[in-house]
């Protein structure tokens, strides 16, 4: 079934592609765009560069927004609501009364065959809307990242919130994915953990973050590619805590043995903590939000990623082993990715682990091309999205069937 109307809603609009979520959702446009009229409707931020939606208007047949502001403000009142409401504040934090009636005026004023919703928090947006058949992309189960935020940190007031938080989650996810026709993880396990929470009442299929290999080049290594890169959203909570265990815990055991290694931290809206941490060490830098990694990346000896709370899947494993890094990586940092310890990543999951992981590759030239030739062949078999995303075309015959049944 070629040529239908999909209505793709998400909460991020889906360019440029500086997070994971973005990789994700850009690529499955892309995908279903060759195949169908996607309309995209996307809330955005006032950061967002302008003219992302004129490159997305290439391949989508339209393309609208609405800006969401956030503030201290909403983060407050949206944790008060919740304990008012019994809703996660998560949820409430992204609640937009303008974003859903653009897609109640959309939806009544043409005619689309199927709603794709990208991601838990855009859910609420189209309940209700339309009488169309459903499906949801789980970037994550945002109840898991948040019961081991909870798990992680120190303050007990904090983790009774957050222990709170990620039961209202596991709630909502249950309640809302099951009212969806269609639901797509990007792991086992969360495939596994969705099926669970909505009781089997539907099968979820799994297809993985994927990226573009055509468009990833090697990054071949220089006399200057020496240092570690740590990349992501450094305002994220598990990322935040990752990078300050690496800091606090890795780093100092990485230094005895190779003491002059360099550390860059890039990534947005990096935490007060993370800088405060890294002022302390002269050869640790953060760089912030950057418009070309490049520089980084063919800085880097090793990549690390020292997640050690989280969900779904690390496209900042799949960039670098695309383009030739080493990865270094706790087990659930690589979650999702079919790499082998040893031959195509190194994982560690103790501090003395990660840190001999990292000494290693950093003083072995051969082990890391080895690393950096098998990854890339990894990354060109199982994660470019040209090979992998027809998989949902299967996903979506089911789905205009069964709109198809409802007519």
């Known amino acids: 079934m070629k040529n239908k109307r999909i209505l793709f809603v998400t909460q991020m ?8 979520a973005k990789v994700r959702a850009y690529y499955m446009l892309r995908h279903l765009a060759q195949h169908h009229h996607v309309t995209l409707v996307s809330l955005v931020r006032e950061t967002d560069p302008k003219g992302a939606a004129d490159h997305l208007a290439e391949f989508c047949e339209d393309v609208r927004s609405v ?8 983060e407050v009142s949206s944790g008060l609501e919740s304990f008012l409401t019994g809703h996660p504040a998560l949820i409430l934090r992204d609640r937009h009364p303008a974003f859903r009636t653009q897609l109640e005026t959309l939806t009544r004023d043409s005619r689309f065959d199927a709603i794709h919703v990208d991601q838990i928090k855009t859910a609420q947006h189209v309940e209700g809307v339309g009488g169309l058949p459903r499906l949801i992309d789980m970037h994550n189960v945002y109840c898991e990242m948040i019961a081991g935020m909870a798990r992680l940190v120190r303050s007990p007031w904090r983790r009774r919130l957050l222990g709170r938080e990620a039961r209202l989650m596991a709630r909502y996810e249950s309640r809302v994915c099951g009212e969806f026709d269609e639901i797509l993880a990007v792991t086992k396990t969360n495939a596994r953990q969705l099926s669970k929470m909505i009781r089997w009442q539907r099968p979820v ?19 200057e590619s020496c240092d570690l890169l740590c990349v992501g959203a450094m305002f994220y909570p598990p990322n ?15 230094r005895r043995e190779a003491p002059d290694a360099r550390l860059r931290i ?8 993370i800088v405060r941490a890294a002022a302390k060490d002269p050869l640790v830098s953060v760089a912030g939000h950057v418009e070309d990694l490049g520089p980084h990346w063919r800085a880097a000896r090793v990549s690390v990623v020292p997640l050690r709370a989280g969900s779904g899947m690390r496209v900042k494993i799949l960039d670098a082993m695309a383009r030739g890094v080493p990865v270094v ?10 790499a082998t310890d040893g031959e195509d990543i190194f994982l560690a999951d103790d501090a003395g682990e990660f840190a001999r992981a990292v000494v290693r590759l950093h003083r072995d030239r051969e082990l890391r091309a080895k690393l950096a030739q098998n990854a890339r062949r990894l990354i060109e078999t199982q994660y470019d999205w040209r090979r992998r995303y027809g998989e949902v075309d299967a996903i979506y015959e089911r789905l205009f069937a069964a709109g198809g049944s409802k007519k």
């Open 13 to 20: 609009f889906p360019y440029p592609l500086d997070s994971g």
């Open 67 to 74: 800006v969401l502001r956030r503030s201290s403000l909403r």
């Open 205 to 223: 299929a799994t297809l993985p973050i994927c990226v573009d290999v055509a468009e990833t080049a090697i990054m071949a290594p220089t006399a």
């Open 240 to 254: 935040v805590d990752g990078v300050l265990w690496f800091l606090r815990e890795v780093l100092p055991l990485i």
């Open 266 to 273: 890039v990534g947005p809206r990096p935490d007060r903590a």
């Open 329 to 338: 990586s706790t087990r659930l940092g690589a979650e999702g990715i079919n």
